[in-house]
């Protein structure tokens, strides 16, 4: 997608139209990111007017700091190398804390092939939270196989079910 001497990798007519449904009722998001590595921040600060309701994001890539910063169970993240959905969930919630925001997005997971994902192929886990409570969650799978690939294909999949249940409860 062309946007005057811009390509655009993410779809920025479901970015613009979640940001319409955030300003129309006085919300916000923030994001949590893992496996995407700042893509989902990337995609909503390319939204018109991003400042009237992206509140920001981290990216946190080992259990070290998705513990301190998001209080995920280093526990559970050492059992799991930091990938499931609990772990998703948590910083969904804990971002959104972190940001002062309405809807928090958390997502963890492999963008390239390593041992605990050989058998099943490239996976993620995302969390859409709203205030503090879990709306929509899930665990996504890419075809690509290039890691940066994976990784927008990720963020525009987690930006498509954003889009899809704001757009259930606003119509």
């Known amino acids: ?6 390509i655009m990798i993410y779809n920025e007519e479901t970015i613009n139209a979640v940001k319409d449904m955030l300003v129309k ?3 916000t998001i923030a994001v949590a990111e893992s496996v995407t590595a700042g893509h989902l921040q990337a995609a ?3 939204g018109i ?3 009237k309701y992206f509140q920001g994001g981290i990216t946190t890539y080992n259990l070290g700091q ?3 910063h998001l209080h995920v169970d280093p526990i559970l993240c050492n059992k799991v190398n930091c990938v499931a959905q609990k772990i998703a969930d948590t910083m969904a919630i804990e971002v ?3 940001f002062s925001s309405n809807y928090g997005v958390g997502i963890t997971g492999y963008a390239s092939m390593v041992r605990e994902c050989e058998d099943e192929g490239l996976f993620a886990y995302f969390s859409l939270a709203y205030n503090g409570k879990v709306m929509v969650s899930g ?3 890419s075809p690509e196989k290039h890691p940066y690939q994976v990784q ?3 963020a525009k999949k987690v930006i498509q079910e954003i889009f899809e249940h704001l757009n259930s409860y606003n119509n």
Request: hydrophobic residues 35%; neutral net charge; glycine residues 4%.
């Open 1 to 6: 997608m062309k946007t005057g001497n811009i």
């Open 25 to 27: 009722n006085e919300e």
């Open 44 to 46: 909503f600060s390319a």
């Open 49 to 51: 007017d991003a400042s």
């Open 66 to 68: 998705k513990a301190r």
């Open 96 to 98: 959104a804390n972190m």
């Open 139 to 141: 665990k996504i799978t």
């Open 152 to 154: 927008v294909d990720y």
